[in-house]
């Protein structure tokens, strides 16, 4: 089980209170087109930490404790967090414990069969997205009692299993977000669209369906990604700058900001001193 200053995607720790456990899977064969790994994340002292924009949406199923998020509602034991383009954080309690499905950057909408859009900068109760509040009771239930972390894990995948069925990628998308991403978002969208076969209205318009996020926004996305991989590499940040991609160190620091709401030796200073 890794330690809460272990990198795990998204997630950087703030204005420590020390001592998180996480413990990560990965899916069944039949869930990974559309799930890259589960996380079992535990709280053993009260704190507050940051979630840094991703390319992928998570669900999270709460079986202990109280998680309160940045408008100070509690969090819904089961909840669905769409791509969000600002930080944003979290408050849990001492005891707090969560299942976090990580989806794959299309697999929400495959599993989901709804536009990924209307999810952006929101956490939203799976109960209403689902509409079986039922089933979800009962999961939540059996989580709270369920012997181990892995028999935790196995009744998250039965949920997700259960509405799997005949459940299909949208290739060209899948294939775009391959592009922009053995690209290190270094890549013109109106190539993309070329290179894929779209005109430029299609792609966007099925990207944000089937994504969550216009193609440039989720290239921004892909290069913070890269931005945060170069950093824990030991990379400077004029080294950053240009392996990210920026032309220079101006334009980097606006669009780091833009996203965490700090500058770049702001934030990674603050997250080194926790």
């Given at each position: 089980m890794a330690r809460k200053n272990d990198l795990v995607r998204g997630y950087y720790p703030i204005f420590t209170m020390s001592n998180i456990n996480i413990l990560t899977?990965?899916?069944?064969v039949a869930l990974q087109p559309f799930v890259r790994r589960f996380l079992v994340v535990e709280s053993t002292t009260?704190?507050?930490?940051?979630h840094l924009p991703d390319t992928g949406l998570v669900a999270a199923f709460r079986f202990q404790g109280d998680c309160r998020?940045?408008?100070g509602l509690q969090a819904p034991r089961a909840a669905l967090t769409g791509l969000w383009d600002t930080v944003r954080t979290h408050v849990h309690s001492q005891d707090h414990a969560v299942v976090i499905v990580s989806f794959t950057t299309t697999g929400a909408a495959a599993w989901l069969r709804q536009p990924l859009h209307e999810f952006a900068n929101t956490t939203?109760?799976?109960?209403?997205?689902?509409?079986?509040?039922?089933?979800?009771?009962?999961l939540h239930d059996n989580l709270a009692t369920a012997a181990n972390h892995e028999q935790r894990i196995r009744l998250v995948e039965d949920l997700l299993l259960?509405?799997?069925?005949?459940r299909q990628l949208d290739l060209a998308i899948a294939g775009a977000v391959a592009l922009i991403e053995q690209a290190q978002a270094m890549l013109r969208i109106e190539d993309l669209a070329q290179e894929i076969g779209l005109s430029q209205s299609a792609l966007e318009r099925r990207f944000r369906c089937h994504v969550g996020v216009s193609p440039r926004k989720f290239a921004s996305l892909v290069r913070l990604k890269n931005v945060l991989k170069l950093h824990a590499r030991g990379a400077d940040l004029t080294t950053i700058?240009?392996?990210a991609g920026y032309y220079d160190?101006?334009?980097?620091?606006?669009?780091?900001?833009?996203?965490?709401g700090l500058a770049p030796g702001s934030f990674f200073a603050r997250s080194s001193a926790n």
């Open positions: 899977q990965t899916p069944c009260a704190h507050r930490d940051a998020l940045d408008s939203t109760d799976l109960a209403a997205v689902l509409g079986d509040s039922a089933q979800l009771d009962q259960s509405h799997a069925d005949n700058a240009h392996g160190q101006a334009h980097f620091i606006k669009d780091f900001k833009r996203f965490t």
